[in-house]
């Protein structure tokens, strides 16, 4: 019963909520800083600037044409997404509006202005900076101008060719590489909460970026052997949620490894992941049982069978039921770059110059 809970959702935006949202009331700006245990003593204006940019309203009304429809790029669950300059020839920025009837707020705006401000790793999404003004929430981060990972696995109108094996496997290591850091790279360890392909956005070397901070939890020190384990109201992504988590609420680190294991589905097998969940159920779980069965049309007899063996093994841990038995991030980076390796080697045989 727990796991089918875990599995199902319930909003519009395809996110499950079990309790109500965060007030989306705003006050000011000095609001927004005042719970930081990081900046508590000091005013809270230098606190923004040290923290990261803060735009005026009218800023970002002329970078975007006053949020003009043609400049939307993307709509998610929190805001509507638009590309936008700063200033004449700068380079691009990419401008959440946060939506006034998104089921998250101020809360989940704050937890993602502070994350972001203060973690820094080549596969976590840039926050140039915020706004906060006028009733209105905005979000300013470096334009990524490939789009999401969603976006290529499940080509549309838009984007029709499909990714490469190679680089999908190098696109599932740099975000092996950012969830490690979030879990174990800090005094904190950050449980994410929200891994989806869609919160993996790519830049113009294809270089991964987790986005979509702004459900993460703070865990305990990280340095510490145990799971690390957070009481929090239940929240998941349709498809992505853990179904442990959903049953018990226990929030772990290995929430992310299964989310992170629902993504690696979907990179080879370009199928959703509500189509991906249906398949689990009925194979019991068992990834190898059905994962021939599901692999893009695209990718058939372009994988090594030793670097798919691997790859299929590595999704298979990272959804295994039992939390307790998924490996972490560390073992799973170490095994997706090894993945890379086999696959290397066995182009390398057929074309000597294929990884040069
Ligand atoms: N920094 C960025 N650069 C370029 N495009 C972006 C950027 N951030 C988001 N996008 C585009 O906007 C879309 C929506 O992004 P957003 O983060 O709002 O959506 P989501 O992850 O689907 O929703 P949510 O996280 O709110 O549940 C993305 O799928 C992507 O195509």
Not at 202 to 215: A, M, Q, T, V, Y
Not at 242 to 251: I, Q, R, S, V, W
């Amino acid at each position: 019963m727990g796991l089918l809970r875990g599995m199902c959702c319930f909003s519009k935006s395809n996110i499950s909520i079990e309790t109500k949202p965060s007030n989306p009331t705003l006050t000011s700006t000095k609001q927004l800083f005042s719970n930081q245990r990081l900046v508590s003593t000091k005013q809270p204006s230098s606190i923004i600037k040290e923290l990261c940019h803060h735009f005026s309203l009218a800023e970002l009304q002329s970078s975007t044409n006053n949020f003009n429809h043609s400049s939307i790029i993307g709509e998610g669950g929190f805001g509507v997404v638009y590309k936008g300059h700063l200033k004449q020839n700068s380079a691009a920025v990419a401008v959440k509006r946060c939506k006034k009837e998104s089921i998250f707020g101020f809360s989940e705006f704050k937890n993602e202005v502070v994350l972001l401000s203060q973690l820094h790793h080549p596969n976590l999404m840039s926050l140039v900076g915020f706004c906060v003004e006028r009733n209105e929430l905005v979000l300013v981060y470096e334009y990524m101008s490939n789009g999401s990972l969603f976006d290529h696995i499940h080509p549309n109108k838009i984007i029709r060719d499909p990714l490469p094996w190679k680089l999908r496997l190098k696109i599932c290591i740099g975000v092996a590489r950012g969830l490690h850091y979030l879990h174990t790279g800090l005094k904190y360890a950050i449980i994410h909460r929200h891994i989806k392909s869609r919160n993996i956005v790519l830049d113009h070397n294809w270089e991964p970026k987790i986005s979509g901070l702004f459900l993460s939890k703070r865990g305990p020190y990280s340095m510490s052997k145990s799971l690390i384990r957070v009481n929090s109201r239940v929240m998941s992504t349709c498809g992505y949620s853990d179904p442990e988590y959903a049953a018990t609420g226990d929030l772990t680190e290995k929430s992310d490894v299964y989310s992170f294991g629902i993504v690696l589905l979907e990179v080879f097998s370009a199928k959703s992941a509500m189509d991906l969940i249906k398949e689990h159920l009925k194979h019991k779980y068992l990834v190898k049982s059905y994962a021939e069965e599901i692999v893009d049309p695209f990718l058939k007899s372009k994988i090594d069978p030793s670097c798919w063996n691997l790859f299929v093994d590595i999704a298979h841990r990272c959804l295994v039921v039992d939390g307790r038995e998924r490996p972490d991030m560390g073992e799973v980076e170490v095994e997706l770059e090894h993945a890379l390796q086999l696959q290397e080697e066995a182009d390398s045989k057929y074309e000597p110059n294929a990884n040069s």
